[in-house]
């Protein structure tokens, strides 16, 4: 059998390490069975937290190419060697003295599948270009011996599995967790894929890594206890997001991709809740499973139901059955998130030209607004929706937020809406914005309404 260059050397790796076993997956999980990858996609986490260390091809373009430094290069009884280049090879951030971007360049680090290397490895031993970096949950070095300064910080961004346990700080710390999961979904979120449709497996490591250390339960990506403030995830930059192809949900950031300019984000898992219950699907004959839900709730304002006709805590219909279900949508409940929620009609439309913007005379900066009659309401957008003719479209209330991660106009706190359209009695995730507590409260018709979202 004839194996790739880069198989080779990481075979004459291994054996220089003084170990018996080298796994790849390319050759060690059958590319085509899809059993057989699926096996062992969903053992990832185990796999690259147990190994004794991660050989990591950060330059390498493909399986021809060779690891740097391992396969000498010869010029008749020459053998040549690569100067050193700290310079290109070590980026350190001076305001902060970090030393993480040394592979923000490489292909390795812009394809989603190599993140959980990256994140879940115990220990990598890196080869790029320039020279070979070592890390571990105890030291980071090089072979210039430049990152050794005691005072340059490690890289903030590892989060550590020695063993097959994560740092016990992730089972005891809330924080942490919370930032982390926005740390992953942001570096995930802007990383290149050459299968969409392995859109979740790919970052399905992650979540088992975080499943049995926390004990958290994920659906799709997201938090179930932290469902609320999950769902409101956006792209602050780039508005116009495009559904990723494949059966991934609508509600689900895994279900869409951007154009490579900017990543994800969401708002802070532990935000205070409005009161939502949702629900699951997990097979034809079962009842739908309710997802128990972590965080606060102001006990005192009901923000849902407050200056409308909807009742009040106690007194409106919050559990779903499977009976909402239509049987038309069986076939499609492992991806179906149900719940009551608060609802109103709104017109999205564009407004005339705030400004012109700098370097570009003639393109003009407009406006997208909500209206209910004659009313205009200013939003923060964290997904723009697509606008047809300025139709009425739906917006449910799925989050809130008392801090600034709406924009930082709406200063007394917001409802996170997203922009729906309908489909055989399934609504579909089309945008998400943030509304003005005091114009939420305000609006005229809301009604109180059960969701099925795919």
């Not at 935000?271 to 606060?296: D, H, I, T």
Request: net charge negative; charged share 20%; glycine share 8%.
């Amino acid at each position: 059998m004839v194996l790739p260059n880069i198989v080779e050397d990481a075979l004459r790796v291994t054996a220089g390490l003084g170990e018996r076993y080298l796994w790849v997956d390319a050759l060690c999980i059958i590319q085509d069975d899809d059993q057989d990858k699926g096996r062992f996609v969903s053992r990832m986490d185990s796999i690259y937290a147990r190994a004794t260390v991660v050989i990591v091809a950060a330059t390498c373009v493909d399986s021809n190419s060779m690891l740097p430094g391992v396969s000498p290069f010869m010029i008749q009884d020459a053998r040549l060697v690569q100067c050193l280049d700290p310079v290109d090879g070590v980026d350190i951030d001076l305001r902060t003295g970090r030393s993480g971007a040394y592979l923000g360049t490489t292909i390795w680090d812009t394809r989603a599948w190599t993140l959980q290397e990256r994140f879940l490895a115990s220990r990598c031993l890196v080869f790029t270009d320039e020279q070979v970096f070592w890390e571990c949950e105890e030291s980071f070095c090089c072979e210039d011996s430049f990152r050794e300064i005691p005072h340059i910080i490690r890289n903030p961004r590892r989060t550590f599995l020695c063993g097959g346990e994560l740092d016990l700080v992730w089972n005891t710390d809330g924080p942490v967790f919370d930032h982390y999961y926005h740390t992953l979904v942001e570096e995930y979120s802007c990383r290149a894929m050459t299968n969409e449709r392995g859109g979740l497996n790919a970052f399905s490591g992650i979540i088992r890594a975080f499943e049995s250390t926390r004990h958290e339960q994920f659906y799709w990506g997201l938090s179930c206890a932290y469902l609320e403030s999950a769902l409101a995830w956006g792209h602050p930059f780039e508005h116009k997001l495009n559904r990723r192809q494949g059966d991934f949900p609508s509600w689900s950031w895994t279900g869409w991709i951007g154009d490579g300019s900017g990543k994800l984000n969401n708002q802070n898992l532990h935000m205070q809740r409005v009161g939502l219950e949702f629900y699951r699907f997990v097979g034809n004959e079962a009842e739908p499973e309710r997802l128990k839900q972590s965080g606060n709730q102001d006990s005192e304002h009901d923000l849902l139901a407050e200056g409308s006709h909807i009742p009040v805590r106690g007194q409106r219909c919050t559990a779903v059955t499977k009976h909402a279900l239509l049987p038309d949508l069986f076939n499609i409940s492992y991806r179906l998130l149900a719940f009551w929620t608060a609802c109103a009609t709104l017109k999205v439309e564009q407004t005339s030209p705030l400004s012109t913007r700098p370097g570009t005379p003639d393109a003009f900066e407009w406006e997208t607004i909500m209206t209910q009659g004659e009313r205009g309401i200013r939003v923060s957008w964290s997904q723009m929706p697509l606008l047809h003719n300025e139709d009425e479209m739906e917006v449910i209330a799925v989050a809130q937020n008392r801090g600034n991660w709406d924009g930082g106009h709406i200063a007394n706190g917001a409802i996170g809406v997203m922009v729906v359209s309908w489909q055989g009695g399934v609504a579909h995730r089309e945008g998400l914005a943030w509304i003005a507590i005091r114009d939420w409260t305000s609006l005229a018709k809301r009604s109180w309404k059960l969701v099925v979202l795919d």
